[in-house]
């Protein structure tokens, strides 16, 4: 065989087999899908941003009472399904959730979860690796759909299932870093604002921008100019509700993180070995420890972005695994950054057509 043909059969088996191994992967989420196609709850996280909406509209507070005044549990004693109404939100996202109530009520929740599958794949085309071979970036994206064990994240499907925002924070942190590489303060701002439906994940982005060695002028500027408009969104549900950031705050401390398995959380998962006053003391030195180290050693680079978009986990007191969207689109915009990854993508993509350079 001459070496043209023996390198064009090379590349044929290697092309192949990345794409063979990528739809192993995937098929465990798909099976999930097919099979969750015929529920009645596609998209139902809005009912819980709809109840605050439909609140402040009446004139009431836009979280419940029930969630200020005493501990609470989204999984309360009885309950068939998870419930926490308008209590884990910023106040000013109402203002970003308030067009959809214009569409009709018997397809709101329906539409909704459309809107955030769309926004989750607009994260993922941004942040899609287009500096490396095409193979490499499916290589990547192969390896974060697949855990050590189980084979595959199933909880990752309900972010397409019940349409958790979590899809707007993953667009915004992806538009953040390529922002930041363009050195555009409106794409970095637009992405701190997208973030921001999320306090912890735009906190730590921040503290980032603000670490900026290297063209600090359009990241610092960024995180004023975002500041500027969470300001205005903010004082337009004041008006409606003066108690709002009270009682996201008080809603916050109240809650009573749920235990059980699913629940991601360090401050959860460490509670039975080291005591849960201890955990959570932990977690959070942690998990504001990880940003600060950030913001002190000016870790503006990958990173710094990647602790920064991490280090939101380890703060919450409930991290389901949908949660996990947000750092693995961190990783794949990154991944061109990092020295292994060109590596092995320069031996991967030998003899195949240049990578887009943009």
Same mark, same amino acid.
């Given at each position: 065989m001459s070496p043209e043909r023996w390198d064009l059969l090379r590349r044929l088996i290697l092309a192949n087999a990345v794409v063979v191994l990528f739809i192993i992967t995937v098929m465990p989420y798909v099976e999930r899908i097919v099979v969750l196609l015929p529920a009645s709850d596609w998209g139902s996280d809005w009912r819980w941003l709809e109840d605050g909406l439909k609140r402040l509209a009446a004139g009431l507070p836009l979280t419940r009472p029930e969630y200020v005044t005493g501990p609470w549990s989204q999984f309360a004693v009885g309950a068939q399904i998870p419930t926490y109404t308008w209590s884990l939100h910023p106040p000013y996202s109402a203002v970003l959730y308030q067009p959809f109530m214009l569409v009709p009520a018997a397809i709101r929740a329906v539409t909704w979860a459309a809107v955030m599958a769309a926004t989750l794949a607009a994260a993922v085309a941004v942040a899609w690796p287009r500096r490396l071979w095409w193979g490499t970036g499916? +290589? =990547?994206?192969?390896?974060?759909?697949?855990?050590? =064990?189980?084979?595959?994240?199933?909880?990752?499907?309900?972010? =397409?299932? *019940?349409?958790?925002?979590?899809?707007?924070?993953?667009?915004?942190?992806? +538009?953040?870093?390529?922002?930041? #590489?363009r050195g555009s303060t409106a794409l970095m701002a637009a992405g701190l604002v997208l973030a921001s439906v999320k306090i912890l994940p735009a906190a730590t982005?921040?503290?980032?921008?603000?670490?900026?060695?290297?063209?600090?002028?359009?990241? #610092?500027?960024? &995180?004023? &100019?975002?500041?500027?408009?969470?300001?205005?969104?903010?004082?337009?549900?004041? &008006?409606?509700?003066?108690?709002?950031? *009270?009682?996201?705050? #008080?809603?916050? +401390?109240?809650m009573v993180p749920w235990p059980g398995a699913t629940n991601f959380a360090p401050q959860v998962r460490l509670a039975p070995l080291l005591g849960p006053d201890v955990a959570k003391l932990l977690s959070w030195v942690v998990g504001l420890g990880v940003p600060l180290l950030v913001l002190v050693r000016r870790l503006d680079g990958p990173g710094g972005f990647l602790l920064a978009v991490s280090a939101s986990l380890l703060l919450t007191p409930q991290l389901w695994a949908n949660w996990f969207v947000v750092p693995a689109v961190a990783v794949l915009a990154t991944a061109p950054e990092w020295r292994i990854v060109r590596a092995v993508d320069r031996r991967l993509s030998a003899g195949f057509p240049a990578s887009d350079p943009a």
């Open positions: 499916l +290589l =990547i994206a192969t390896i974060l759909l697949r855990p050590p =064990i189980n084979g595959a994240w199933l909880g990752l499907i309900d972010q =397409i299932h *019940y349409a958790n925002p979590n899809a707007i924070v993953a667009l915004g942190v992806a +538009l953040v870093w390529i922002g930041r #590489r982005l921040g503290l980032w921008l603000l670490a900026a060695r290297d063209r600090p002028g359009p990241a #610092r500027k960024s &995180v004023v &100019v975002a500041g500027g408009i969470l300001a205005v969104l903010t004082v337009i549900v004041l &008006v409606q509700d003066p108690g709002a950031i *009270y009682d996201m705050i #008080r809603s916050q +401390l109240n």
